[in-house]
T-cell receptor, first 115, second 112 residues
Framework: EPEVTQTPSHQVTQMGQEVILRCVPI?????FYWYRQILGQKVEFLVS????????KSEIFDDQFSVERPDGSNFTLKIRSTKLEDSAMYFC?????????????FGQGTRLTVV | SQQGEEDPQALSIQEGENATMNCSYK?????LQWYRQNSGRGLVHLIL?????REKHSGRLRVTLDTSKKSSSLLITASRAADTASYFC????????????FGKGTRLSVIA
């Protein structure tokens, strides 16, 4: 089965530092997503991306967050100035035709720890 | 929101027993998906059921959907210790490109 790949699997960063989480979605997919899961809590939607632009974002996705698909392969999530409360597991997902029409494939996640 | 809510929050059963988890949601949906998450790991897609479907099977999994009650159930038959995980339902709303919205999950423990 095709896979979404996320790197790194675990990242520790100092509060206030910028961090970039990387994802390689499945190659022919057109819709891309970032979700996060704070330890012990539910999976929360951050942002969706289609046709090289953000199609939807949640309240969590404020000005500190940005996404980019710089080279048609990678899909990145940047947090400009990390806060302690940004500590969470971040999941990237991709979908061929959007989750309305089919399943989303999730990566294994990046565990971000802000100290 | 069309947030799914699973119940029970936690379920503990003996190996070989069946496990049933329920999910309720609030708005009209295109489909409902069930995912599994082993502790601290990624989300694994189990099954997708569309709003015009009532029941779907995949191996030991059986999912039902009742759109009139806005609820779904996931049945795992003949459970194994390896089924121990958290199970989440996720709904896709019927308007726009609203992404999947996950419930809080059910933590299933299967005791050998």
């Amino acid at each position: 089965e095709p896979e979404v790949t996320q790197t790194p699997s675990h990242q520790v960063t100092q509060m206030g530092q910028e961090v970039i989480l990387r994802c390689v979605p499945i190659s022919n997919h057109l819709y891309f997503y970032w979700y996060r899961q704070i330890l012990g809590q539910k999976v929360e939607f951050l942002v969706s991306f289609y046709n090289n632009e953000i199609s939807e974002k949640s309240e969590i996705f404020d000005d500190q967050f940005s996404v980019e698909r710089p080279d048609g392969s990678n899909f990145t999530l940047k947090i400009r100035s990390t806060k302690l409360e940004d500590s969470a597991m971040y999941f990237c997902a991709s979908s061929l035709a959007g989750t309305t029409k089919g399943r989303a494939f999730f990566g294994q996640g990046t565990r971000l720890t802000v100290v | 929101s069309q947030q799914g809510e699973e119940d029970p929050q936690a379920l503990s059963i003996q190996e070989g027993e069946n496990a049933t988890m329920n999910c309720s949601y609030k708005t009209s949906i295109n489909n409902l998906q069930w995912y599994r998450q082993n502790s601290g790991r990624g989300l694994v897609h189990l099954i997708l059921i569309r709003s015009n479907e009532r029941e779907k099977h995949s191996g030991r999994l059986r999912v039902t959907l009742d759109t009139s009650k806005k609820s779904s159930s996931l049945l795992i038959t003949a459970s194994r210790a390896a089924d121990t995980a958290s199970y989440f339902c996720a709904t896709d709303a019927s308007s726009g490109n609203t992404p999947l919205v996950f419930g809080k999950g059910t933590r299933l423990s299967v005791i050998a």
